[in-house]
C-alpha cells in the first residue's frame, strides 16, 4: 500500500479550520475495487487517488460515492503534486480538464458549476443565524446554508450538509463555492466551518475559479481496514 498523505485544505486565518484530505500520491497501486472501502474506513470528507502524477490524472471518493469532480480534492492535490515536483497546469479528474495556478502560498483550480452536485441552497438573514443551526435542516440531504457577513466586500458565512454522499457536515466544499460564487455572479471570499478560508472568483466563460492555503498534516502508512 503506497504512503497516505494526510493535508488540510482552505485554511483560515491564524490555521483555523481546514478540511481533512487523504491522498494517494501511489493511487495507481490501490486495486479499483478497494478504493471506496478505504476512503469509508479513513473517514475523511474526500479521498484522492492519483493514478498518474507527469499527468496529474486523479480519482476522487467521499465515504459513500465517487466524485467527477470536488474542490477542496483538488486544491490539495494540485498543492501536493507541485511540493513533490509534479508542478500541474491542469488535473485531470473524471470531470475534465481543470486548470491550476499558483499564487505564493495559495493554490487555484478552475471548475464549472455543471460538474458540481447541485446543492439545495437556502439564504439565512444573518451569520449568527447560520452558525445557530444545531445541524442539518430537516428535509435536506445536501444542502449549503449560508448568509451575507458584509455583502459590499463580499463576504460570505457558509455551512454545507451532504449526507447524500456520506458528509454530514463538511469543514470546507470548494464545489458548492463553485455553485454559490456562480449563483451570486461575483467574487467571494467563504468563511465555513470551523474557520476555513475559500476564494470563489467567477470567469468570463461561465467557469469559477476557487482557491486557498492548502498544510501538510502527515504521512503515513495506510494499513488497511
Same mark, same amino acid.
Given at each position: 500500500?503506497?504512503?497516505?498523505?494526510?493535508?488540510?485544505?482552505?485554511?483560515?486565518?491564524?490555521?483555523?479550520?481546514?478540511?481533512?484530505?487523504?491522498?494517494?500520491?501511489?493511487?495507481?497501486?490501490?486495486?479499483?475495487?478497494?478504493?471506496?472501502?478505504?476512503?469509508?474506513?479513513?473517514?475523511?470528507? !474526500?479521498?484522492?487517488?492519483?493514478?498518474?502524477?507527469?499527468?496529474?490524472?486523479?480519482?476522487?471518493?467521499?465515504?459513500?460515492?465517487?466524485?467527477?469532480?470536488?474542490?477542496?480534492?483538488?486544491?490539495?492535490?494540485?498543492?501536493?503534486?507541485?511540493?513533490?515536483?509534479?508542478? /500541474?497546469?491542469?488535473?485531470?479528474?473524471? /470531470?475534465? !480538464?481543470?486548470?491550476?495556478?499558483?499564487?505564493?502560498?495559495?493554490?487555484?483550480?478552475?471548475?464549472?458549476?455543471? =460538474? $458540481?452536485?447541485?446543492?439545495?441552497?437556502?439564504?439565512?438573514?444573518?451569520? /449568527?443565524?447560520?452558525? $445557530?443551526?444545531?445541524?442539518?435542516? *430537516?428535509?435536506?440531504?445536501?444542502?449549503?446554508?449560508?448568509? =451575507? !457577513?458584509?455583502? !459590499? /466586500?463580499?463576504?460570505?458565512?457558509?455551512?454545507?450538509?451532504?449526507?447524500?454522499?456520506?458528509?454530514?457536515?463538511? *469543514?470546507?466544499?470548494?464545489?458548492?463555492?463553485?455553485?454559490?460564487?456562480?449563483?451570486?455572479?461575483?467574487?467571494?471570499?467563504?468563511?465555513?466551518?470551523?474557520?476555513?478560508?475559500?476564494?470563489?472568483?467567477?470567469? $468570463?466563460?461561465?467557469?469559477?475559479?476557487?482557491?486557498?492555503?492548502?498544510?501538510?498534516?502527515?504521512?503515513?502508512?495506510?494499513?488497511?481496514?
Amino acid at each position: 500500500m503506497p504512503e497516505l498523505h494526510v493535508l488540510k485544505v482552505f485554511v483560515g486565518e491564524g490555521g483555523a479550520g481546514g478540511n481533512p484530505l487523504g491522498v494517494f500520491l501511489g493511487g495507481d497501486e490501490v486495486p479499483e475495487e478497494e478504493r471506496q472501502a478505504i476512503a469509508a474506513d479513513l473517514g475523511f470528507s !474526500e479521498t484522492v487517488f492519483v493514478e498518474d502524477r507527469a499527468q496529474s490524472s486523479l480519482r476522487i471518493f467521499t465515504p459513500g460515492t465517487e466524485l467527477p469532480f470536488a474542490g477542496h480534492p483538488l486544491v490539495g492535490a494540485a498543492w501536493l503534486l507541485a511540493r513533490e515536483g509534479y508542478e /500541474a497546469r491542469a488535473l485531470r479528474p473524471p /470531470a475534465g !480538464e481543470v486548470p491550476v495556478r499558483r499564487d505564493g502560498d495559495m493554490t487555484f483550480i478552475i471548475g464549472r458549476p455543471e =460538474w $458540481a452536485p447541485e446543492f439545495e441552497e437556502i439564504e439565512l438573514g444573518s451569520a /449568527a443565524e447560520v452558525e $445557530a443551526l444545531p445541524g442539518l435542516p *430537516e428535509g435536506h440531504d445536501l444542502v449549503g446554508v449560508w448568509a =451575507w !457577513e458584509d455583502e !459590499e /466586500a463580499g463576504r460570505v458565512r457558509v455551512r454545507v450538509f451532504a449526507p447524500r454522499v456520506g458528509i454530514e457536515e463538511d *469543514e470546507a466544499t470548494g464545489a458548492h463555492a463553485v455553485r454559490l460564487a456562480d449563483r451570486l455572479g461575483r467574487g467571494i471570499s467563504i468563511r465555513q466551518g470551523e474557520g476555513s478560508m475559500i476564494l470563489a472568483q467567477p470567469q $468570463a466563460d461561465g467557469s469559477v475559479e476557487i482557491g486557498g492555503r492548502t498544510e501538510l498534516v502527515e504521512v503515513r502508512e495506510y494499513g488497511g481496514e
